[in-house]
Structure formats: C-alpha cells, structure tokens
Nanobody, 125 residues
C-alpha cells in the first residue's frame, strides 16, 4: 500500500520559515517525480514545485520562486518543501504527491497518482 505522510505544518507568524517533509512508503520512491501542492479554502489545488527522480531538476512555480524550494533525499524516501518569508496568504493545506509514470506535465493534479493526506500551514499576521 502506497502511503505519503506529510509533516512539519503548524501555526507560525508572518515572516517565519517552515520545512515540510513527506515520507513515502510502499513505492519505489526514487522512481517517481514528486510534487508539492497546496489548497486554500475555496481555492483550487495548485502546484507549488516539483522535482525529478534524482533531484537534479526542479521546477518551482513563478509566483513561489525565491520563497519556496523543493528537495528530496532518496535514501530517506523523503521529499521536502522549504518555505521562507511566509505570508498569511500562504495559509493552506499542503500536499505531497507522486507523479504518474508517463504523464507529461507537472502542473496538473490529475497527473499525480498518489497523494498524502495533507498538513495544515497557518500563517498569522
């Protein structure tokens, strides 16, 4: 059974940093491109960043560049999302996901086959 478990969320003040972790099991982690998404109340789920199997190539959505970055440690079966200079508008549930083999784009949630349950990030002003 594939399981992705996010951790590291919480309540922080604006300007703070958080590092989210996503621990994977039940799949060959190093064979999957991984992504981080977030979903705020009343909003669509949106891609933040994605990373290829080795971690050599990363993609960060333009609006997130400079504040968010993605990394992975295949030896630990874990993908990370580093979040800096957090703003209240970053408040959302953050999800990690494993991309479907052969799908073409990072941006579409339907191109990911496995999802974690999410971790809440709340940023106070």
């Amino acid at each position: 059974q594939v399981q992705l478990v996010e951790s590291g969320g919480g309540l922080v003040q604006a300007g703070s940093s958080l590092r989210l972790s996503c621990a994977a099991s039940g799949l060959t982690f190093s064979a999957y491109h991984m992504g981080w998404f977030r979903q705020a109340p009343g909003k669509e789920r949106e891609l933040i960043a994605a990373i290829n199997t080795s971690g050599y190539y990363i993609y960060v959505v333009d609006s997130m560049k400079g504040r968010f970055t993605i990394s992975r440690d295949n030896a630990k079966n874990t993908v990370y999302l580093q979040m800096d200079s957090l703003k209240p508008e970053d408040t959302a549930v953050y999800y990690c996901a494993a991309k479907l083999w052969g799908s073409s784009t990072y941006s579409q949630p339907d191109n990911y086959g496995y999802w974690g349950q999410g971790t809440q990030v709340t940023v106070s002003s």
